[in-house]
């Protein structure tokens, strides 16, 4: 079974710090690794999805980086701002249980 | 044009009636999901469907069921709710997950409240 967690639970920051936000899984059998925004009463939104074969993906101040062997994923947001305040969660798709396993979600504050 | 829509958004019910949530896809999709969201907002898989075909059942009590007319639609019946049925319901749909590019969409949660 695929364990995902994530690193810090909750974070507050001031306006304009770059910061990193991170994820673990424990079977590295995956084709790809999902970053979500979920803002306050919202629902999902997609930001990046890194696959396999990359090591890296950008999307303006977003990059994320994968490394299979290790487990590991991480969430680089440049210049922080106030609206990116909500909860990030990253997640895994794997073909046994045919499923999405979720981690536990880093909560960002933003300071202005 | 929305890819994954489920309805209500909103739903407050009393203890012990039956109500649906109902699921939309236009993705193409052959497989599609319910999660469970608590009030810790961790995401739990409780149904997966692959082209019609219930996949997976996460020791979900039998008082969901899940209902799929076609591979675009996934609706999830429960019946005699209870208080701790409270809580966000997500719907979402993919490829199979394992086979290669799989990326994930959601809908934007129904909020069940019993009471």
């Known amino acids: 079974k695929q364990e995902v967690t994530q690193i810090p639970a909750a974070l507050s920051v001031p306006e304009g710090e770059n910061l990193v936000l991170n994820c673990s899984f424990t079977d590295s059998a995956i084709y790809n690794l999902q970053w979500f925004r979920q803002d306050p009463g919202k629902g999902l939104t997609s930001l990046l999805l890194?696959?396999?074969?990359?090591r890296e993906q950008t999307s303006g101040r977003l990059n994320a980086s994968l490394d299979k062997s290790s487990g590991r994923s991480t969430l680089y947001i440049a210049a922080s701002q106030p609206g990116d305040s909500a909860t990030y969660l990253c997640a895994v798709p794997f073909f046994t249980g045919n499923q999405f396993y979720f981690g536990t979600g880093t909560s960002l504050t933003v300071i202005p | 044009d929305t890819a994954v829509s489920q309805t209500p958004k909103y739903l407050v019910t009393q203890m012990g009636n039956d109500k649906s949530i109902k699921c939309e896809q236009n993705l193409g999709h052959d497989t599609m999901y319910w999660y469970k969201q608590d009030s810790k907002k961790f995401l739990k898989i409780m149904f997966s469907?692959?082209?019609?075909?219930?996949?997976i059942n996460e020791t979900v009590p039998n008082r969901f069921s899940p209902k799929s007319p076609d591979k675009a639609h996934l609706n999830l019946h429960i019946n005699s709710l209870e208080l701790g049925d409270s809580a966000v319901y997500f719907c979402?749909?993919?490829?199979?997950?394992?086979?290669?590019?799989?990326?994930?969409?959601f809908g934007q949660g129904t909020r069940l409240t019993v009471v």
């Open positions: 979402a749909s993919s490829q199979p997950p394992g086979q290669g590019y799989t990326e994930a969409f």
């Open positions: 890194i696959q396999s074969s990359q």
């Open positions: 469907y692959n082209n019609k075909e219930l996949i």
